[in-house]
């Protein structure tokens, strides 16, 4: 049983969302499995949309501070949901923060530094059989038109993705609406004060962040429109 503050960190790839079999709701799914009980405390939820070769995760580096700042956990439901690339796993290493991954809650930081190293190897290998693959096929006349350089054939699962992402923050931000309403109505209007509120109630964003004046100053400009 899980005790404690935590923050989760989801991560998706638009290309590859659909067919992962570890959307966000599996995410989540097993990051509440793991956090079975009462004696915790989700403060903070960030999920992150982009491939997992990418080193600047602006969401994971939200997280990461999140962490660092309230003293709580970071758990994400699968190590190479973070990245595959020792640098990027020896960076939240040496951070001192702590985290847990739910797939092996119980593995110390050499034992997740060397499965960092083994997932970034085996992306390795397949970048590699993928390119040669290609370049067989190229050499017997097979026509590769099918996959455009231009990213163009990703283009429908990446519009799909952000399209649901923006219907979710959009019902997110109709549920958050009387809330603070209510935070107004007791004297607190200013977007600071009210992000402040929010923060210490521990409501997340309709991205699933932590509040700053500039995001409360948003949703009220969306309230009235």
């Given at each position: 049983?899980?005790?404690?503050?935590?923050?989760?960190?989801?991560?998706?790839?638009t290309d590859r969302q659909?067919?992962?079999?570890?959307?966000?709701?599996?995410?989540?799914?097993?990051?509440?499995?793991?956090?079975?009980?009462?004696?915790?405390?989700?403060?903070?939820?960030?999920?992150?949309?982009?491939?997992?070769?990418?080193?600047?995760?602006?969401?994971?580096?939200?997280?990461?501070?999140?962490?660092?700042?309230?003293?709580?956990?970071?758990?994400?439901?699968?190590?190479?949901?973070?990245?595959?690339?020792?640098?990027?796993?020896?960076?939240?290493?040496?951070?001192?923060?702590?985290?847990?991954?739910?797939?092996?809650?119980?593995?110390?930081?050499?034992?997740?530094?060397?499965?960092?190293?083994?997932?970034?190897?085996?992306?390795?290998?397949?970048?590699?059989?993928?390119?040669?693959?290609?370049?067989?096929?190229?050499?017997?006349?097979?026509?590769?038109?099918?996959?455009?350089?231009?990213?163009?054939?990703?283009?429908?699962?990446?519009?799909?993705?952000?399209?649901?992402?923006?219907?979710?923050?959009?019902?997110?931000?109709?549920?958050?609406?009387?809330?603070?309403?209510?935070?107004?109505?007791?004297?607190?209007?200013?977007?600071?004060?009210?992000?402040?509120?929010?923060?210490?109630?521990?409501?997340?964003?309709?991205?699933?962040?932590?509040?700053?004046?500039?995001?409360?100053?948003?949703?009220?400009?969306?309230?009235?429109?």
């Amino acid at each position: 049983m899980a005790k404690g503050r935590f923050i989760s960190y989801l991560r998706v790839s638009t290309d590859r969302q659909g067919k992962s079999g570890l959307g966000l709701e599996t995410q989540r799914e097993a990051i509440s499995g793991y956090l079975d009980g009462d004696n915790w405390k989700l403060v903070g939820e960030y999920i992150e949309v982009e491939s997992g070769k990418r080193k600047d995760c602006p969401q994971f580096a939200a997280a990461l501070t999140h962490a660092k700042r309230t003293g709580a956990t970071l758990v994400i439901a699968k190590l190479d949901r973070l990245a595959r690339n020792v640098a990027f796993v020896s960076n939240l290493i040496e951070s001192g923060a702590e985290f847990v991954a739910v797939d092996n809650p119980h593995a110390n930081r050499l034992t997740i530094h060397i499965l960092a190293a083994v997932a970034e190897d085996e992306a390795r290998r397949i970048s590699e059989r993928t390119k040669a693959a290609l370049a067989a096929a190229k050499a017997r006349g097979t026509k590769l038109g099918g996959l455009r350089g231009d990213g163009s054939h990703l283009r429908g699962h990446h519009e799909k993705g952000l399209d649901a992402i923006k219907k979710r923050a959009a019902a997110r931000a109709r549920e958050i609406e009387p809330v603070i309403a209510e935070i107004r109505s007791s004297g607190l209007t200013a977007a600071r004060a009210i992000a402040a509120e929010l923060n210490r109630r521990g409501i997340l964003t309709p991205r699933s962040g932590i509040w700053h004046a500039a995001s409360v100053s948003r949703l009220l400009d969306r309230y009235a429109t």
